[in-house]
């Protein structure tokens, strides 16, 4: 079935600590991942994408790894800052026929300064 | 300027009355949706227009009925409210659903409480 989830909770890091979210799913048609940031009260922002065909890609300051054999994704965040902290959820996307985005079920990060 | 508005932020309402929430995008997206937030953070897809065109309807009971009139435009009505569907609502677009993937931009929620 549909499952995205994610292993912890709430991660509570120290400001300036690498920060590692992980997520697992299910799906193995899934072919598109997405990390999105959600800051209190505000929507989900878009954070990192990876298509199926990449292992990792970096931005600024996050990376995303994707291990399909298990079918794991995770998003390090280096030198973390306290506007940082925020809930961040994995999605997948698979085509249906169009593009259906699942979302996990969310990890809050708590940066402590 | 706010790539995806809606409106109203805050919605307080008794059992049985019906409401709305109206959702607008100013990016030229083709692909609009409406996702509902639990308290536990839970997003889960309710329905997705493309182009005013009904693409996806996630079981989602009857009282509820997106409608657009535009493609930069999708609202959310919903009658008989219930308890349970108090939620934070969130209205989102992509560029088309039909395309590569792509992110979704989200608006910033409508938290919708039943009293």
């Known amino acids: 079935g549909e499952s995205v989830g994610l292993h912890l909770p709430t991660l509570s890091v120290q400001e300036g600590d690498n920060s590692i979210i992980n997520c697992a799913y299910s799906?193995?048609?899934?072919?598109?991942f997405i990390w999105y940031k959600q800051e209190s009260g505000k929507g989900p922002q878009f954070i990192i994408d990876i298509r199926s065909n990449m292992d990792k890609r970096q931005g600024q300051r996050v990376t995303v790894l994707l291990n399909k054999t298990v079918k794991h994704l995770s998003l390090q965040i280096a030198a973390t800052q306290p506007g940082d902290s925020a809930v961040y959820f994995c999605a997948e996307t698979y085509n249906t026929g169009f593009q259906k985005l699942v979302f996990g079920t969310g990890t809050r990060l708590l940066v402590s300064p | 300027d706010t790539a995806v508005s809606q409106t109203p932020k805050y919605l307080v309402t008794q059992m049985g009355n019906d409401k709305s929430i109206k959702c607008e995008q100013n990016?030229?997206?083709?692909?609009m949706y409406w996702y509902k937030q639990d308290s536990k953070k839970f997003l889960k897809i309710m329905f997705s227009y493309n182009n005013k065109e009904l693409i996806i309807n996630e079981t989602v009971p009857n009282r509820f009925s997106p409608k657009s009139p535009d493609k930069a435009h999708l609202n959310l009505h919903i009658n008989s409210l219930e308890l349970g569907d108090s939620a934070v609502y969130f209205c989102?677009?992509?560029?088309?659903?039909?395309?590569?993937?792509?992110?979704?931009?989200f608006g910033e929620g409508s938290r919708l409480t039943v009293l």
């Open positions: 990016l030229g997206h083709d692909t």
């Open positions: 799906n193995s048609a899934s072919d598109y």
């Open positions: 989102a677009s992509s560029q088309d659903v039909y395309s590569s993937p792509g992110e979704l931009f």
